[in-house]
Each structure stands twice: as structure tokens, then as C-alpha cells.
């Protein structure tokens, strides 16, 4: 589905992606893990198209999504949900969800209309406050939101920034829920976490990235196991 080769890539002259390399198969629940400042959310900006990258390449079904422009990222198929949400406070759910759906492939107004039965399917917190400003829902249903937004292209690969971010655990357990569903459906997630806990138990594979290289990668089983862990993480900061 997504891979990417030796890229590289940083803000202005300073490098901050060191020659990532990451596959991830359809289908796959696939952690990017690192501590604060790693450069996860630099790899999302470099996949999608608002980072400038240096080199390397990152292929999703064969094409190279590096210089290509977002409009056809996202017709690609990969839709980004970033880290602190940014959904539009003064609008109502039901338009934020239709923002998502500017750049459906053939977007036909039944097309629309199924993909918001689909993301209502999914949470239907967001059908009972379709007509609500965003900016006076929870920090969940806020959440709920930006998911359903990214939802409503109808990607075939989520790039998840930090979703539990600032959320009470039961919240958080709501949207791992959602999350369990979009698995079991076959949707392809990277799901980015500082949280080694929460994101090995809900990933099959994950990476760790520490100061912008990865440093290792396995079966999350795998890494749940392994003791030194933690220490690579925290001794990097
Ligand atoms: N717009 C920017 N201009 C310059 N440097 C930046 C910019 N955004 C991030 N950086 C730097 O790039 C590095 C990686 O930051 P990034 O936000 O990708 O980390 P992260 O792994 O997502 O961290 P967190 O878990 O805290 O979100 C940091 O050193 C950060 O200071
Ligand atoms: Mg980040």
C-alpha cells in the first residue's frame, strides 16, 4: 500500500528526517512511534505534501506521492488526521464532514450522501450533533470529527496524528472502538503515538523514530516484549 525509501527531509536548512524507510501492507494497523520532537508529524507533513522533501520516495500503489500536489494525494487515497484536530469551530458537524468530501473521487451528491451514512455508521454521536458548532463539542466528539472528515474522501489509508491526544481514557476507548471497526473493515492505518502501551496493543507492526531515523521495527507483539524498549524511547529525549 505506502512505501516509503530513504527519505529525507527537514524546515528550511536544518535536516530532520533522516533515510526513513516504512512498508505498510494493506490492511495493516502499522504504530509510528517516538517521543516528543522525533519528527512524526514531519514524516505526515512529508507524505502529504506540505513539507518540501529532499529525497527519497514514497510510493503508495505504485505512484510517488513526493511532489505530487494534495489534490491528487488525496485521490490517491491517503487522508491525514492531524495532530490537534484543526476542525472549524464556527461551523456545524455536518459542514466540517462535508469539507472532507471537496476532493471525493466522483463526487456525485448520492456519493456524498453514503459517505455521510457511513462516518454517521460510525459515529453516531456525530448524526445526534450534525447541526451543532464543532467549537462546543467535547474534545472526543471533536475528535469524532476530524475522523469523519478524513473519512468522507473515502481513503483507503488514514494517517492518524496523536488521536488520543488530551482525551479522558473512557474517550479514548470510544474512539479505539472506531478505530477496531475501520480494522476490521480493511482500511490501512499508520497510527502515530508517544504512547508505546496503547498503540502496540492496537497495531500489528510499528516503528520507532528517534530524532528523525528509525531505530527499530517489529511485530508489535514483538516489541511489547522487549524490555529495552522504553529505554531507547526515554533515553533519547
Ligand atoms: N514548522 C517548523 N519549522 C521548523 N522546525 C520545525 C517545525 N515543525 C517542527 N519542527 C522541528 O522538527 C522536529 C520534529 O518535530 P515534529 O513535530 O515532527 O515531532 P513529533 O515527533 O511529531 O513530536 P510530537 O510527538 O511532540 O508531536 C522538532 O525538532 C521540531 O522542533
Ligand atoms: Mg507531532
Redesign the pocket.
Known sequence: MLDVHDLCG???Q?P?LHNVKMRLGRGETVALL??????????L?ALTATLPVRSGRAEMSGHDLIGMPSHRIVAEGLALIP?GRHVFAPMTVEDNLLLGSIRLQGRSAAAVRSRFEYVYDLFPRLAERRLQRTGTLSGGEQQMVAIGRALMSAPRLLLL??PFMGLAPMVVQQILQALQVLRSTGMTMLL?E?KLDIALKHSDRAYV?VK?RIVCTDRSIQLAARTDLSQLYLGSG
Not at 34 to 43: E, H, I, R, V, W
Open positions: 527537514g524546515y528550511g536544518a530532520v517516538g517521543p516528543n520532537g522525533a519528527g512524526k508529524s514531519t514524516l507533513a495532530e496524528d496523536e502515530v508517544q523514530l528523525g
